[in-house]
T-cell receptor, first 112, second 116 residues
Framework: SQQGEEDPQALSIQEGENATMNCSYK?????LQWYRQNSGRGLVHLIL?????REKHSGRLRVTLDTSKKSSSLLITASRAADTASYFC????????????FGKGTRLHILP | NAGVMQNPRHLVRRRGQEARLRCSPM?????VYWYRQLPEEGLKFMVY????????ESGMPKERFSAEFPKEGPSILRIQQVVRGDSAAYFC??????????????FGSGTRLTVV
């Protein structure tokens, strides 16, 4: 079953603008991870945030986590054409059943 | 470090044939995970293996699908008597116990299976 649900399903913005994607999940987690997938390619790990962390930065990426609302957001600042991809959140549950569960993703399109 | 290697990249099979997908994890990684992705969908967990052991196969269809991770060699996902509905991208990921909580999983480029 899907654990994470990304919102919106698709997003188109102008190059240079900021892109925000949200993820909601259902059960308690150990950590939450964001991945990027370019069309026809594998997934690339972007950032991992633990359940006891509230915010994390990596370059132009900023991830927040609100465990009380069971939600996370991924912000990409100053977007570039190369950021066009699908973005997935994945949760590593507190049950430690040793697998991560993915949402359906947000398809981000950066317009030139 | 070549990362997670999957082969073949593309595989075409006729209905009823067998498909064998291979995954070599990153050097030093002892955990392998297989996921299936349908077009415009997220990744669905299939099976989690460690060397010579299936740890969790809760996402595997009960029939026709099997997976192994032998002591020597790559992990193999085997689909017998393929049907059109098996057409999908199959991704393998690997992790090590200590790194997983810090660095997440490393994915291969996937095998795109087309059943004709």
């Amino acid at each position: 079953s899907q654990q994470g649900e990304e919102d919106p399903q698709a997003l188109s913005i102008q190059e240079g603008e900021n892109a925000t994607m949200n993820c909601s999940y259902k059960t308690s987690i150990n950590n939450l991870q964001w991945y990027r997938q370019n069309s026809g390619r594998g997934l690339v790990h972007l950032i991992l945030i633990r359940s006891n962390e509230r915010e994390k930065h990596s370059g132009r990426l900023r991830v927040t986590l609100d465990t009380s609302k069971k939600s996370s957001s991924l912000l990409i600042t100053a977007s570039r054409a190369a950021d066009t991809a699908s973005y997935f959140c994945a949760t590593d549950s507190m049950n430690r059943d040793d697998k991560i569960i993915f949402g359906k993703g947000t398809r981000l399109h950066i317009l030139p | 470090n070549a990362g997670v290697m999957q082969n073949p990249r593309h595989l075409v099979r006729r209905r009823g044939q067998e498909a064998r997908l291979r995954c070599s994890p990153m050097k030093g990684h002892s955990h392998v995970y297989w996921y299936r992705q349908l077009p415009e969908e997220g990744l669905k967990f299939m099976v989690y293996l460690q060397k010579e052991n299936i740890i969790d196969e809760s996402g595997m269809p009960k029939e026709r699908f099997s997976a192994e991770f032998p002591k020597e060699g790559p992990s193999i996902l085997r689909i017998q008597q393929v049907v059109r509905g098996d057409s999908a991208a199959y991704f393998c990921a690997s992790a090590d116990v200590r790194g997983r909580d810090n660095y997440g999983y490393t994915f291969g480029s996937g095998t795109r299976l087309t059943v004709v």
